[in-house]
C-alpha cells in the first residue's frame, strides 16, 4: 500500500526568504519518492526523486529535498524562492510492488514580491 | 520528440454523451496511465498499462474504459459522460516502471466540462 499526504494547500512565501513545501509518506518497504510541479495550464514537470543513498536530494531549478525515514517526511526546500517559483507542486510515492506512483493533493506555493 | 501528446485540449460534453480522449507518446515508452485532477484532490489514478495488450484498474476507474492496442497509444473512453467527471485529464508515460532509473513523463491534459 502507498499513500502521500500534503497537510498544507498553499504556503506563502515572501521572495528571497527560503521556501519549504511539506511531504509525509506511508510506502511499504523502502520507498520511491518525487516532486513535480506544475504551472498554470501545463502538465507535471519533474523536480527530483529519492530513490536511496543521500537523504538530501538535488533537483531542478535550485530545488532540494529532505528525506527522513523517522518522520516518513520527504519535504521540498528552496533557500531563496523566486516569484517565478509560484506554482503548484505535487509530491508521490511508490512502494517497492507497485508500478504506478500515488500523488499527493498538492500545494500551492505563492511567492509575493 | 514530441513527447507525450493530448487531443483534445478542451471538450465540453453533455450528460450521457460519450467521446475519447487522445494520449499518443513517440519515446517507446512501456508504461501508460491516465489521471484526473480535481481541486483539493490531486491526482487520481484511473487507468494504467504496462504494454500494449495490457491494462489495469487505478484508484478511480469507474466510468472509464481504456485500451492499448500499440505501443504509442493509450486512448481514454468515456461510456456515458456525467458531470461528475468534468475535471482536467492528464496522460503520463515511462520507459519502465518507476523508479531508481525511470520517472514519467506527463502530457500537457484535456480539460472536461459535462453539463
Known amino acids: 500500500a502507498q499513500s502521500v499526504a500534503q497537510p498544507e494547500d498553499q504556503v506563502n512565501v515572501a521572495e528571497g526568504n527560503p521556501l519549504t513545501v511539506k511531504c509525509t509518506y506511508s510506502v511499504s518497504g523502502n520507498p520511491y519518492l518525487f516532486w513535480y510541479v506544475q504551472y498554470p495550464n501545463r502538465g507535471l514537470q519533474f523536480l527530483l526523486k529519492?530513490?536511496?543513498?543521500?537523504?538530501l536530494v538535488k533537483g531542478s531549478y535550485g530545488f532540494e529535498a529532505e528525506f527522513n525515514k523517522s518522520q516518513t517526511s520527504f519535504h521540498l526546500k528552496k533557500p531563496s524562492a523566486l516569484v517565478s517559483d509560484s506554482a503548484l507542486y505535487f509530491c508521490a510515492g511508490l512502494s517497492g510492488g507497485s508500478y504506478i506512483p500515488t500523488f499527493g493533493r498538492g500545494t500551492s506555493l505563492i511567492v509575493h514580491p | 520528440n514530441a513527447g507525450v501528446t493530448q487531443t483534445p485540449k478542451f471538450q465540453v460534453l453533455k450528460t450521457g454523451q460519450s467521446m475519447t480522449l487522445q494520449c499518443a507518446q513517440d519515446?517507446?515508452?512501456?508504461?501508460m496511465s491516465w489521471y484526473r485532477q480535481d481541486p483539493g484532490m490531486g491526482l487520481r489514478l484511473i487507468h494504467y498499462s504496462v504494454g500494449a495488450g495490457i491494462t489495469d484498474q487505478g484508484e478511480v476507474p469507474n466510468g472509464y474504459n481504456v485500451s492499448r492496442s500499440t505501443t504509442e497509444d493509450f486512448p481514454l473512453r468515456l461510456l456515458s459522460a456525467a458531470p461528475s467527471q468534468t475535471s482536467v485529464y492528464f496522460c503520463?508515460?515511462?520507459?519502465?516502471?518507476?523508479?531508481?532509473?525511470?520517472?514519467?513523463?506527463f502530457g500537457p491534459g484535456t480539460r472536461l466540462l459535462v453539463l
Open positions: 529519492y530513490i536511496t543513498g543521500d537523504n
Open positions: 503520463a508515460s515511462s520507459l519502465d516502471r518507476v523508479g531508481e532509473r525511470e520517472t514519467q513523463y
Open positions: 519515446m517507446n515508452h512501456e508504461y
